[in-house]
């Protein structure tokens, strides 16, 4: 295949980029738009470091060829935050010390949003099984799980209180 | 990794008509989670990929009549964990399936390229031995059914031909009163099972009327222990029997010792699994 144009929708906004068939779509990501926030760590589909959510679905960007993401919907770490606003995913790890060195953290960030937002309540072992995919080598889990369970909360308070304001 | 050529076929036809063109310079891309990270090692140097993400009615898990129950090429590992009817009628698919830890790698991966793959260890292919699975293979000129346990000849060796490649899996209807379990011995959670075992029994009036056990991770492909499963047949499944079948199946495999287990270690945990698993599904 050669250099192609082809449509991309990154954090809801669209690009025409350049890619031939061999790319995948972290070099993509990182090289071509900058977006730095998504990791290149194992790439080999083992760590989870490079998650990004296409239509919603945590996948491995290290193994998934760019050409193969066009016309989907593509979220970065960088489409969470609204201005300078953190998602209260974002805010929540913040909060309970939950970033070390900070490099899992966004394929964590986006694999817990991918899973909360189907489990609004979950267990911590829910939330455990949900993130196995994403490796730490510094913080132990520990407050990475407690991390999420509180950000459901706050997610949930807050749809709460948005269905209350109705009336 | 190095340049190749990509097709994006839109039907089985197309697609096979380009695997039979480029035979073995050619790789298939279903959900790429085995294909795109040993590309990248340089493993498989493919001169062309053809994907066949794009094809309709691939991805699907439904009941084909009194045939069983099919699940396409493009179904995903997670769409099948998460599904009802397997959770209900085929428990130790959902087993095996829990068993795979990352979500990703189930969200990307299938559960046919799974099988395509056919390492030993596959989780999924010791539960889908137990359950007697199928495949649909389809080429250019024929379509033809084999049961899985034909489908593998030596490690991650299958039957398919260039311009051959597997539609569906097909899980034949389980009979009232079967039940099954699947268990895995593993260093990690994330990690290749050591050995992982799949039982599928039924018992009729106290007594084994119907039983499968699949061993992975201890042979070359994933095995039946059948001379396990005729010291379980037509008797109550006791405390003794179930210790005897155990004792067998532990002879049946051939387990070596690699990185994550010796040879000797793995003889014994094929005894303590298929024990446990007997006894759990019982």
């Known amino acids: 295949m050669k250099k192609q144009i082809a449509n991309f929708i990154v954090n809801g906004r669209p690009y025409e980029l350049l890619v031939e068939s061999h790319m995948t779509l972290v070099e993509v990501l990182r090289d071509q738009l900058g977006l730095m926030g998504t990791k ?16 919603g679905k945590p996948r491995l960007s290290c193994s998934t060829l760019a050409v193969t993401a066009r016309e989907k919907n593509i979220l970065t770490i960088e489409g969470l935050t609204e201005g300078t606003t953190l998602h209260p995913i974002q805010k929540a790890f913040v909060d309970h010390g939950a970033i070390q060195c900070g ?3 966004p ?11 189907d489990n609004p309540n979950p267990s911590k072992e829910e939330i455990k099984e949900a993130l196995a995919g994403n490796l730490c080598r510094c913080t132990g889990y520990v407050k990475i799980v407690e991390a999420i369970l509180a950000a459901a ?9 948005f269905d209350q304001s109705k009336y | 990794m190095k340049p190749f050529e990509y097709f994006e076929s839109g039907t089985v036809e197309e697609a096979t008509q380009l695997l039979a063109e480029y035979g073995r310079r050619a790789e298939v891309l279903a959900g790429g989670i085995d294909l795109v990270p040993r590309m990248r090692k340089g493993q498989i140097q493919p001169e062309y990929v053809v994907s066949i993400q794009k094809i309709h009615g691939l991805d699907c898990i439904e009941r084909d009549g009194e045939k069983g129950l099919r699940i396409g090429a493009l179904t995903s590992l997670r769409t099948v964990e998460l599904s009802p009817l397997i959770r209900n009628d085929y428990v130790v698919l959902h ?30 292919i010791v539960a889908l031995f137990a359950l007697g699975a199928r495949l649909k293979i389809v080429s250019i000129s024929q379509e033809r059914m084999i049961s899985i346990e034909n489908f593998f ?10 311009g051959e490649i597997v539609t569906e899996v097909l899980l034949p209807i389980p009979a009232v009163g079967t039940r099954g379990g699947f268990l895995k011995m593993a260093r990690t959670a994330t990690d290749i099972a050591k050995v992982n075992v799949a039982v599928v029994l039924r018992i009729a009036d106290d007594r084994c009327e119907h039983a499968k056990i ?8 994933v095995i039946r222990a059948k001379g396990a499963e005729e010291i379980l047949k037509g008797k109550k499944p006791g405390k003794e029997i179930i210790k005897e079948a155990a004792e067998v199946a532990a002879k049946e495999g051939n387990p070596i010792t690699d990185i994550r287990s010796t040879g000797e270690y793995r003889k014994e945990i094929i005894k303590v699994l298929v024990r446990r698993a007997v006894e759990r599904v019982i």
Do not use: H, W, Y
């Open chain 1, 40 to 55: 290149f760590n194992c790439g080999v589909g083992e760590c989870g470091a490079c998650t990004v959510l296409i239509n």
């Open chain 1, 103 to 105: 490099f899992c953290t």
């Open chain 1, 107 to 117: 394929g964590m960030i986006l694999s817990a949003k991918a899973f909360l937002d």
């Open chain 1, 153 to 161: 909360e706050v997610i949930g308070k807050k749809r709460r209180q």
């Open chain 2, 95 to 124: 087993e095996a399936l829990r068993s795979i830890a990352s979500i990703q790698v189930k969200t990307m991966g299938t559960v046919v390229g799974n099988i395509c793959v056919g390492t030993p260890a596959s989780d999924v």
């Open chain 2, 153 to 162: 000849v030596g490690v991650k060796q299958n039957v398919l031909q260039p």
């Open chain 2, 214 to 221: 699949a061993v992975g991770s201890v042979a070359p492909t």
